[in-house]
């Protein structure tokens, strides 16, 4: 067994030890030692994960079967890890970035009680242990594993504070919403083992080509339906706005560098199976688009800090989609690294704000704040300026490569692209304004208060925004520079196998440089204005009573998506609940079993009756008793 082979196990194992020591000894430890703790095995995982990257850096892929997960005469299925390029990218994102969580957060939840400090430490591990498990499963059941894993610590996560019913019910609300996607995606997972007789990702990949194009749409439209659930796509998109009701790490850890991305690796992952299905192309990119524009236009409206940002992640995964609905399985895996960074970076940011601020969301009660916090102003508006796609940031590689693609692919994709970026530099910028420029609106006692936040919170982001600023240059285009683009041949022979039966069967004209150049000048100036029209706009933001109307007032209520499933499914099931509980349980099935018992006390009550203690009245019933016997033997 390899080196890599031998150490790999570690990287989720790591995080697992952190999760059972904070989890079983939260009475006993102090919580600086919780934080180390907790902190400490990310690191080391990250560590382990940066020595993993450079084993498979020439394009080696890794292997370890560790003991048999099921085995039984039919089924065998083994506790497998792969260890790739993507998988070992996805690595990096989530212990990388999951450290930087832990570490402001040892700051950010300092105010907790001890004990529920190291409970929120624990749950923190077992979330980055079950999203390396997904990603380093070597097989669909280990990936599923994860899957699972992820939804059970966003439960517990959003619902930390659990005191506050409201905080229940968003967990809930995410939990539950989960399931359905889950629910495609294990039906997938059957189809295939029945198709293939197993689930392993190397033999599934080398014998795709022996579905039937029926099978390959029905498992790829399964698998695309857990996404939109894990991954927060119409019609499941909803939970994700909703979690922000957890504390603003855990949003930051969902919304960056776990769970939300757990749907585009497990598409990425499955590439050649969602390439030789067209239809499913097809369904990813229109779905991804429709949520990356309805969520911007959402967006633009609110008035939560945390809630702009849970839109935002909602709209840029729909970019993501896109991309890989049009087979740009690179560009959605390299923005999915860049959002990692900025969008981090942009919750940590509001994090500190909202620390400041005394736990004000509202970014109507905010501004001017830019004097008072320094190191987060200038890595916050850094932040905004990559997820608005302004080069060199990071966010204007990642989301011209897909929009170029996505021109290939038709006009229209791009056309309805650029106006979801111009949307997203308006609603950030709009954000900015709002809460760093102008005067203060908050109260005298507020801006008695207001302070940078301390180091363990100000070096994260500062590390993120240096990451936000430079980590697009992992993927400059060939327009600009001739091999620049590292991650695509870093991730090459992920995607080798697809490449080829692109060429073969599905061949397009490559865009000539003028039109590429031109595309991304097109994008960049329609931002640009939106971006300096929002500074204009909200730069000297003065507080106002007057309600919505019209147009802002449906944005404002995010088109009545919620009213509407409230109305369409939630009262429907639980008048349909009410019925089976009241009707069918209380006076159907309750009601029979009572009555039994009711019909047997009766009747014993009569029957006791007989027991008069009179002679004459046994001896007549003794002899009533012989004649029926006499008459039933006589007769018979």
């Known amino acids: 067994m390899s080196n890599t082979l031998q150490i790999v196990w570690l990287i989720p194992f790591l995080p697992l030890i952190g999760f059972l020591v904070n989890g079983l000894f939260r009475k006993q430890l102090s919580k600086s030692l919780v934080g180390i703790i907790g902190s400490g095995v990310i690191l080391a995982s990250f560590a382990l994960s940066v020595y993993v990257f450079m084993q498979v850096k020439g394009g080696n892929i890794h292997l370890a079967h560790y003991f048999n997960f ?30 930087l969580i832990h570490v402001y957060s040892t700051s950010y939840m300092h105010e907790e009680d001890s004990k529920d400090f190291a409970k929120y430490f624990a749950y923190l591990n077992l979330f980055v242990f079950s999203m390396l498990l997904l990603v380093m499963g070597g097989n669909y059941i280990i990936m599923f594993i994860g899957w699972e894993g992820v939804g059970l610590c966003s439960y517990l996560l959003i619902g930390f504070w659990f005191r506050n019913n409201d905080y229940n019910n968003a967990a809930k609300k995410a ?56 991954s927060a796509q119409i019609p499941l998109y909803t939970w ?9 790490p855990v949003s930051a850890l969902i919304h960056a560098a776990t769970m939300v991305t757990a749907g585009i690796y497990m598409i990425a992952r499955s590439n050649i199976m969602f390439t030789m299905a067209p239809v499913t192309h097809y369904v990813i990119a229109a779905v991804g688009l429709a949520t990356a524009i309805l969520a911007a236009t959402i967006a633009l409206k609110q008035n939560d800090i ?18 890989l609905g049009v087979g740009a399985y690179t560009g959605a895996v390299f923005h999915v690294m860049t959002h990692a960074f900025f969008k981090a970076l942009l919750f940590l940011g509001a994090g500190s704000v909202i620390h400041a601020m005394g736990g004000e969301q509202d970014m109507r009660n905010m501004g001017g704040l830019k004097k008072y916090m320094s190191i987060t102003h200038i890595t916050f508006l850094l932040g905004c300026l990559a997820i608005a796609g302004m080069p060199p940031f990071s966010g204007f590689f990642s989301k011209d490569e897909i929009l170029a693609a996505a021109f290939k692919q038709n ?24 809460t760093f420029l102008g005067k203060f609106r908050g109260t005298h006692e507020q801006e008695h208060h207001l302070h940078e936040s301390p180091a363990a919170i100000t070096v994260p982001l500062s590390i993120l925004a240096v990451l936000a600023v430079i980590g697009g240059l992992v993927g400059i285009p060939e327009v600009f520079m001739h091999g620049g683009h590292k991650l695509e041949v870093f991730l090459e022979p992920i995607f080798a196998t697809t490449n080829e039966y692109v060429k073969e069967h599905q061949p397009h004209e490559a865009l000539s440089h003028s039109t ?18 929002a500074w204009n706009k909200f730069s000297k933001y ?78 007549l019933l003794m002899v009533v008793g012989i004649l029926v016997l006499f008459i039933i033997q006589f007769f018979l």
């Open 306 to 323: 945390k809630k702009v940002l849970a839109y935002s992640t909602v709209s840029q995964l729909g970019y993501m989609f896109l991309g």
């Open 240 to 248: 994700l706005p909703d979690a922000m009701a957890g504390p603003t």
């Open 516 to 533: 590429e150049l031109g595309l991304m000048a097109a994008s960049v100036i329609g931002a640009l204005a939106a971006l300096l029209f």
């Open 411 to 434: 006009p229209l994709y791009w056309g309805l692209g650029v106006a979801g970026a111009m949307m997203t530099a308006f609603y950030m910028f709009r954000l900015y304004g709002m």
């Open 175 to 230: 939990f539950i919403m989960n399931r359905i996607g889950d629910l495609g995606f294990l039906l997938a997972v059957f189809w295939l083992y029945n198709k293939l007789g197993t689930t392993d990702y190397h033999t599934v990949f080398e014998n795709a080509g022996k579905l039937t194009p029926a099978d390959l749409t029905g498992i790829t439209l399964l698998l695309f339906v857990g996404a939109t659930g894990k």
């Open 70 to 99: 099921i085995n039984t005469d039919s089924i065998k299925v083994g506790f497998d890890f792969q260890v790739d390029q993507l998988s070992s990218l996805f690595l990096l994102i989530i212990t990388g970035v999951g450290f």
């Open 542 to 619: 003065e507080k106002t009573d007057a309600a919505e109307t019209g147009l802002g007032k449906i944005l404002a209520n995010k088109w009545y998506v919620d009213e509407l499933y409230n109305t369409v499914i939630v009262k429907p099931l639980n008048s349909f609940a009410a019925f089976l509980n009241n009707v069918v349980e209380k006076k159907g099935i309750d009601g029979a079993v009572n009555g039994v018992g009711k019909a047997v006390n009766y009747g014993s009550r009569q029957i006791r009756l007989l027991q008069s203690g009179q002679v004459g009245t046994y001896v």
